[in-house]
Protein backbone atom coordinates (compact mmCIF):
# COMPACT_ATOMS: atom_id res chain seq x y z
CA UNK A 1 0.00 0.00 0.00
CA UNK A 2 1.33 3.44 -1.29
CA UNK A 3 -0.03 7.02 -0.84
CA UNK A 4 1.49 9.55 -3.32
CA UNK A 5 1.84 12.80 -2.78
CA UNK A 6 2.64 15.15 -4.69
CA UNK A 7 2.04 19.47 -5.70
CA UNK A 8 3.85 20.85 -3.31
CA UNK A 9 6.67 23.93 -4.32
CA UNK A 10 7.57 27.60 -3.63
CA UNK A 11 5.20 29.64 -3.81
CA UNK A 12 4.51 34.04 -3.10
CA UNK A 13 2.73 34.35 0.10
CA UNK A 14 -1.24 35.58 -1.11
CA UNK A 15 -0.56 32.15 -3.97
CA UNK A 16 -2.04 28.94 -4.14
CA UNK A 17 -1.34 25.42 -4.09
CA UNK A 18 -2.93 22.35 -4.95
CA UNK A 19 -1.77 19.14 -2.82
CA UNK A 20 -2.45 15.65 -4.65
CA UNK A 21 -2.30 12.55 -2.64
CA UNK A 22 -2.90 8.95 -4.72
CA UNK A 23 -2.93 5.81 -3.30
CA UNK A 24 -2.07 2.51 -4.07
CA UNK A 25 -2.58 -0.84 -3.24
CA UNK A 26 -6.07 -1.12 -1.95
CA UNK A 27 -8.99 1.32 -1.50
CA UNK A 28 -9.77 3.62 1.39
CA UNK A 29 -13.58 4.10 0.27
CA UNK A 30 -14.75 3.64 3.63
CA UNK A 31 -12.29 5.90 5.71
CA UNK A 32 -11.32 9.04 6.67
CA UNK A 33 -8.51 10.63 5.02
CA UNK A 34 -6.47 13.79 6.51
CA UNK A 35 -3.67 16.24 5.81
CA UNK A 36 -0.87 17.22 8.21
CA UNK A 37 2.08 19.31 8.26
CA UNK A 38 5.24 19.34 9.78
CA UNK A 39 7.46 22.73 10.21
CA UNK A 40 10.84 22.80 10.49
CA UNK A 41 11.79 22.05 14.54
CA UNK A 42 8.28 21.28 15.13
CA UNK A 43 5.23 18.73 15.69
CA UNK A 44 3.43 17.19 12.82
CA UNK A 45 0.13 19.01 12.93
CA UNK A 46 -3.29 18.17 11.80
CA UNK A 47 -4.48 20.30 8.87
CA UNK A 48 -7.72 18.78 7.49
CA UNK A 49 -9.46 15.55 7.00
CA UNK A 50 -12.46 14.62 5.09
CA UNK A 51 -15.10 11.82 5.46
CA UNK A 52 -15.09 8.58 3.67
CA UNK A 53 -17.88 10.03 0.62
CA UNK A 54 -16.66 13.70 1.12
CA UNK A 55 -19.80 14.59 2.93
CA UNK A 56 -17.83 15.73 6.22
CA UNK A 57 -14.94 17.93 6.11
CA UNK A 58 -12.52 19.50 8.90
CA UNK A 59 -10.16 22.08 9.40
CA UNK A 60 -7.22 23.45 12.30
CA UNK A 61 -8.41 27.40 12.80
CA UNK A 62 -4.93 28.10 10.80
CA UNK A 63 -6.70 27.28 7.72
CA UNK A 64 -9.82 27.52 7.95
CA UNK A 65 -11.22 29.68 4.94
CA UNK A 66 -8.14 29.37 3.02
CA UNK A 67 -7.86 25.96 2.53
CA UNK A 68 -10.07 22.87 1.06
CA UNK A 69 -10.15 19.05 1.63
CA UNK A 70 -11.94 16.80 -1.32
CA UNK A 71 -11.31 13.64 -1.94
CA UNK A 72 -12.27 11.50 -5.81
CA UNK A 73 -12.70 7.21 -4.58
CA UNK A 74 -13.23 6.87 -8.04
CA UNK A 75 -9.20 7.59 -7.93
CA UNK A 76 -8.49 6.93 -4.75
CA UNK A 77 -7.01 9.94 -3.89
CA UNK A 78 -7.18 12.88 -2.15
CA UNK A 79 -6.83 16.51 -2.69
CA UNK A 80 -5.55 19.94 -0.19
CA UNK A 81 -6.54 22.66 -2.14
CA UNK A 82 -4.43 26.05 -0.61
CA UNK A 83 -5.39 29.90 -1.39
CA UNK A 84 -3.98 32.58 0.50
CA UNK A 85 -0.38 31.00 1.54
CA UNK A 86 1.27 32.62 4.35
CA UNK A 87 5.08 31.95 4.97
CA UNK A 88 3.90 30.14 8.14
CA UNK A 89 2.35 27.71 5.63
CA UNK A 90 5.46 26.55 5.03
CA UNK A 91 6.07 22.54 6.06
CA UNK A 92 6.66 18.79 4.42
CA UNK A 93 2.66 18.16 4.05
CA UNK A 94 1.69 14.50 4.71
CA UNK A 95 -1.39 13.17 3.71
CA UNK A 96 -2.91 10.06 5.52
CA UNK A 97 -5.69 7.43 5.38
CA UNK A 98 -7.28 5.17 8.03
CA UNK A 99 -7.34 1.63 7.16
CA UNK A 100 -9.77 0.17 10.05
CA UNK A 101 -6.48 -1.08 12.07
CA UNK A 102 -6.05 2.27 14.44
CA UNK A 103 -7.96 2.35 17.63
CA UNK A 104 -11.57 4.56 17.06
CA UNK A 105 -10.91 6.44 20.44
CA UNK A 106 -9.02 8.54 18.57
CA UNK A 107 -9.71 11.98 16.90
CA UNK A 108 -8.84 12.29 13.30
CA UNK A 109 -7.53 14.72 14.16
CA UNK A 110 -4.77 12.91 15.96
CA UNK A 111 -1.83 11.36 14.21
CA UNK A 112 -2.67 7.70 15.65
CA UNK A 113 -5.79 7.70 14.35
CA UNK A 114 -4.16 7.18 10.61
CA UNK A 115 -3.06 3.86 9.22
CA UNK A 116 -0.97 5.38 6.47
CA UNK A 117 1.00 7.92 5.35
CA UNK A 118 2.40 9.36 2.27
CA UNK A 119 6.37 10.25 1.91
CA UNK A 120 5.42 14.20 2.01
CA UNK A 121 6.04 16.97 -0.24
CA UNK A 122 7.19 20.72 0.66
CA UNK A 123 5.40 23.48 0.61
CA UNK A 124 7.53 26.96 1.15
CA UNK A 125 5.77 30.32 0.84
CA UNK A 126 7.88 33.50 0.94
CA UNK A 127 7.03 36.93 1.61
Known amino acids: VQLQASGGGLVQAGGSLRLSCAASGRTFDNYVKGWFRQAPGKEREFVAA????????YYADSVKGRFTISRDNAKNTVYLQMHSLRPEDTAVYYCAAEGGFSSASYSYTEIPAYDYWGQGTQVTVSS
Open 50 to 57: ISWNGGST
